[in-house]
């Protein structure tokens, strides 16, 4: 006989959903990569945070987190136990509301080419 989820063993079905009100992209529309770095834009009084009727616990989480070091998108989701997806529309609205703002890892298009690299070590070695 199979086993069936009831209450309890089924997990929090619902909860991600209520959390981001049913949307699936952040307030800002921007797309944010694992590794982005969210950093909180000011280090101010800790109480400003917690006084904003406005904001829901995760998104008082989030900029604690990050007024303590900047953390990347996937550290925000792995130490708050919640799906990537609802880490990101969480930080969409941070961004909206000018609470945090992110780094963005440099795409691979735009880093050097690695043999140009070379040629310059090899060009300082040579004075």
């Not at 992209?25 to 904003?52: F, M, P, T, W």
């Not at 990537?84 to 880093?111: F, H, K, W």
Request: charged fraction near 25%; charge should be negative; include cysteine.
């Amino acid at each position: 006989m199979t086993e069936r989820w009831f209450d309890d063993a089924a997990g929090p079905v619902v909860r991600p959903y209520a959390m981001t009100r049913g949307r699936t992209r952040g307030a800002v529309g921007v797309q944010l990569d694992l590794i982005a770095l969210v950093i909180a834009e000011s280090a101010g009084d800790a109480d400003d945070v917690h006084a904003d009727r406005t904001l829901a616990p995760e998104h008082i989480d989030i900029v604690t987190r990050c007024r303590q070091a900047p953390q990347s998108v996937a550290e925000l989701a792995a130490d708050l136990d919640l799906p990537v997806g609802v880490v990101r529309v969480l930080i969409g609205d941070l961004i909206d509301a000018d609470l945090v703002r992110v780094s963005r890892p440099v795409p691979p298009a735009e880093l050097p080419d690695e043999s140009i690299l070379r040629e310059v070590i090899n060009g300082l070695r040579a004075l």
